[in-house]
């Protein structure tokens, strides 16, 4: 019987099926931090049990730590309280924790992958909604709320429902200045915030298969902005060419039989999907959001759509951004840009940006971050100059954390003020209370900071970033 490559990873993984159809599945690899943690670590110690699997548990802090004076007592009192109980948990139960100062600490789903965790064939979770990044490895990775973070750690097993599985192909060539996020950017506004709900989505086709890594897992960080539960991508050379040599991967003969495994980890010819959609990658324009949530988004020369009976969600959320129906964002004045994230964080991120603005300097009403996914991303920019090219433009570049992508840590935007950011969200208030968030490529946040309005990268695109 022909399966898709979610089904096959499903199953093999399925310990048990309960009544009612739930199954119990195991889970090779549980990330966690300092925010949706606590709780379940309170709920072992208050039921007198430990971590069943310790050593296939990963911790960092990432959500609430400062971004700058890292090797400095962190001064804000919820942040510092968060980080030290996550350290104490982590001593208490026996986890390995990457904490601030720790050379392989940085963003949940940027550091799985650079260090050779991530795996094709993995079941992966954490207590962020954006764990779909590792999908882009061909995992079934997905988010969990706290109390299912105590029972994995408590069983290594979660009780699941399956999801139904859709496949979205994209085939074709990306015109210039067209880069993975507004692939995703591009797809969310077609299927509209809710239109993967119940879904895992595997990604296809010619123009997925030929995006390298990184820009892999943009694509699968923001499934869960459809609705989906997760997303992923099938395996092949670029993957194993990414993961191997890394500090975790496996090496020797540990590395021939993983590969010979992980080449079996495909959709099967004539394998039958839920619901499947089809694109162009000549059809998709950089991409901006002009809403207050990720669907709400147009090609950055389109403008803002406007239906003859729009909905009482539809006149808030322009509302609260200031925007009016059949307005162009052309040329829209921005206060802030904020390069970071776990959606475009990583060093093929921080090289797109620093092409583009080497030799120029920022708008002088701008505010710039440029934060790195990771410590070692950060070190990696230093040891390639990034940081210096960053500086002389204007831009603020910090320590690693997921900073101004949500109004958590110290990182905030300010009440009405505009930020074209290259996060996954543009809720009201996820960069601050008040905030109006623009989600954009790195490509066109670079350009927008530049040139102090948004703009359509594609008319100032120079040959080499063509």
């Keep these: 019987m022909q399966k898709t490559l979610f089904d096959k990873l499903w199953d093999q993984h399925v310990v048990d099926t309960v009544e ?65 109980t996550l350290t104490q948990n982590c001593e208490e139960f026996g986890l390995e924790l990457y904490g601030l100062g720790h050379p392989y600490q940085g963003i949940v789903h940027v550091i799985g992958p650079e260090l050779g965790i991530t795996r094709p064939g993995m079941t992966i979770v954490c207590g962020d909604s954006h764990t779909s990044t590792h999908g882009a490895f061909g995992c079934i990775a997905f988010g969990i709320g706290t109390s299912q973070v105590e029972q994995v750690l408590a069983t290594q097993c979660l009780l699941q429902v399956r999801p139904k599985r859709m496949r979205i192909t994209v085939d074709g060539t990306l015109p210039p200045g067209v880069v993975s996020k507004d692939i995703i950017l591009y797809i969310i506004s077609q299927l509209s915030a809710s239109g993967g709900t119940g879904y895992f989505v595997e990604y296809a086709g010619s123009a997925i298969r030929n995006l390298s890594m990184e820009a892999r897992m943009t694509i699968c960080n923001m499934s869960i902005e459809m609705g989906a539960r997760g997303g992923l991508i ?13 500090e975790f991967a496996p090496s020797g003969k540990n590395w021939d039989d993983a590969m010979a495994y992980w080449q079996t980890l495909y959709t099967d ?7 499947e959609y089809v694109y162009r990658a000549e059809d998709i324009p950089p991409m ?14 389109q403008s803002i759509p406007a239906p003859a009976s729009p909905s009482a969600s539809f006149q808030k959320s322009l509302k609260y951004m200031g925007f009016e129906a059949g307005e162009s964002l052309e040329g829209k004045p921005i206060d802030y840009v904020f390069i970071g994230s776990c959606t475009n964080s990583r060093m093929e991120d921080l090289r797109l940006v620093a092409e583009y603005v080497k030799g120029r300097r920022k708008a002088d009403h701008v505010n710039v971050m440029v934060v790195p996914g990771s410590r070692q991303v950060r070190d990696q920019a230093k040891r390639e100059g990034l940081d210096v090219i960053f500086r002389e433009a ?40 008040g905030a109006r968030t623009i989600l954009a490529s790195p490509l066109t946040a670079a350009a927008t900071a530049i040139s102090g309005h948004i703009i359509d990268v594609r008319t100032v695109l120079t040959p080499e970033l063509v």
């Design 288 to 301: 901006v959001t002009y809403g207050t949530n990720p669907g709400m988004g147009i090609g950055v020369d």
């Design 234 to 246: 099938a395996p092949d050379a670029t993957t194993f060419e990414y993961i191997k040599g890394r």
């Design 394 to 433: 204007g831009f603020d570049f910090r320590e690693a954390g997921c900073s101004a992508c949500l109004g958590m840590n110290e990182d905030k935007v300010p009440k009405g003020a505009y930020c074209v950011s290259t996060s996954n969200r543009n809720f009201e208030g996820r960069q601050g209370p």
């Design 269 to 275: 010819e004539g394998a039958t999907f839920d619901k």
């Design 20 to 84: 009612g159809g739930t199954d119990v599945l195991y889970i090779d690899r549980h990330f966690i931090h300092e925010v949706t943690s606590p709780q379940a670590f309170a709920g072992l110690r208050k039921r007198g049990i430990g971590v069943a699997r310790p050593q296939q548990t990963v911790a960092t802090a990432d959500h609430n730590v400062p971004t700058i004076n890292q090797d400095q007592p962190i001064k804000e009192k919820l942040s510092r309280f968060q980080v030290d």
